[in-house]
């Protein structure tokens, strides 16, 4: 363990340059008593520190020093391993350089450590693209990252079909990239937006799905991200609002208990309160998006769904149920409300 620690504390120093006792104890968990002595035996190995009295004092390493060791455990490898995914890595066209940089750490390990992690390469493979969902890619995705590794400006000509408008043309400022799963997006600000502060500036980010530019420019004008932007938690926050803001189909249907755990499980369903029947079904209030998605959503479920409210839910099942007997040749469902806890495919069968 102090092995550990003494090498968590070098590479700490040699990451910010310079840190006070009290702060090392704070991060390592330990007494500033611990953290003195691994900076005794720190000096005594010959490691070049420097200790600076006053306010602003700490300890220091001098400028351009690194150590040789990289001390990675076989969770870190494994860590490093898993963030070689090769779709994402091949579409930002870092895919050599992946690859390059991956056999020099592999080189710099002792023998036993580069063992273990070839074991693991050859044992574990991360692959984000889903069954049904192809990538979302679009062949501006370099522009875009270039725009945002180089801090340029960009010049869009996009579908913004969710704005009623199929086409818009702007000039925006890329801060961030961000790939979700099947889909890439980018998070940028409006050019007019003059030296924003850090929280207004982020309060004007709106974000761009890739696949729907459908020409981009890289400018020449550059423009600075302001400090203290920190993009994974800008895009937890814009999502949560995101789903906040959707709109919600309230609902009661009744699903069959066995059917019960995978319905609870819809990505697209949100359960407010449900109670289990004694007669093998489970009653709901459930929240859909929309009439639509409602509808096409318990129909998937067969005779092990049925709608009991809003009235225009189950009368669109009913006509849709009418309509596919027809197409098929069967007798047709009649016109009434199906039975409580009864499913329309089970009441065609009855009257059949």
């Excluded at 600076?52 to 060791?69: I, M, S």
């Excluded at 369903?269 to 449900?274: D, L, Q, S, T």
């Excluded at 929240?287 to 709608?307: C, I, K, M, Q, V």
Aim: hydrophobic share 40%.
């Amino acid at each position: 363990m102090r092995a550990d620690r003494i090498l968590a504390i070098l590479l700490f120093l040699q990451t910010n340059g310079k840190a006070t006792v009290r702060e090392l104890a704070e991060r390592l968990e330990v007494s500033e008593r611990t953290i003195q002595r691994d900076m005794e035996a720190l000096c005594v190995s010959g490691i070049p520190l420097s200790a600076e009295r006053g306010a602003n004092g700490g300890w220091t390493l001098p400028e351009g020093y690194r150590t040789k060791l990289t001390g990675l455990t076989s969770d870190e490898i494994q860590a490093l391993l898993v963030l070689q995914t090769s779709s994402i890595v091949r579409e930002l066209a870092m895919e050599g350089a992946g690859s390059s940089a991956l056999s020099k750490l592999l080189s710099a390990l002792p023998v036993a450590t580069r063992t273990e992690a070839e074991w693991i390469r050859q044992r574990l493979h991360i692959d984000v693209q889903g069954w049904h969902e192809p990538r979302s890619y679009s062949p501006y995705l370099p522009v875009v990252q270039q725009a945002v590794w180089e801090g340029c400006k960009l010049r869009l000509r996009y579908d913004s079909a969710a704005e009623g408008k199929r086409e818009t043309d702007q000039i925006v400022c890329p801060w961030g990239l961000v790939a979700k799963l099947n889909t890439w997006y980018f998070v940028a600000s409006p050019e007019d937006l003059e030296a924003p502060e850090s929280s207004s500036g982020e309060e004007a980010l709106r974000t761009y799905r890739v696949s729907r530019i459908l020409d981009a420019e890289l400018l020449d004008e550059r423009f600075e991200v302001p400090d203290g932007f920190d993009l994974a938690r800008w895009w937890e926050r814009s999502t949560a609002r995101f789903k906040e803001s959707l709109p919600w189909y309230p609902s009661v249907v009744r699903i069959r208990t066995e059917a019960w755990k995978r319905f609870a499980g819809e990505r697209y369903v949100r359960i407010r309160r449900h109670s289990m029947g004694e007669d093998g079904w489970v009653e709901a209030e459930a929240d859909f998006h929309t009439l639509n998605s409602a509808h096409d959503l318990l129909l998937g479920y067969g005779s092990s769904a049925l709608a009991v409210r809003p009235e225009e839910l189950a009368e669109a099942i009913r006509r849709t149920v009418a309509d596919l007997s027809r197409m098929y040749g069967l007798p047709e469902v009649g016109a009434g409300p199906a039975p409580y806890g009864v499913g329309v495919s089970e009441r065609r069968g009855e009257e059949a």
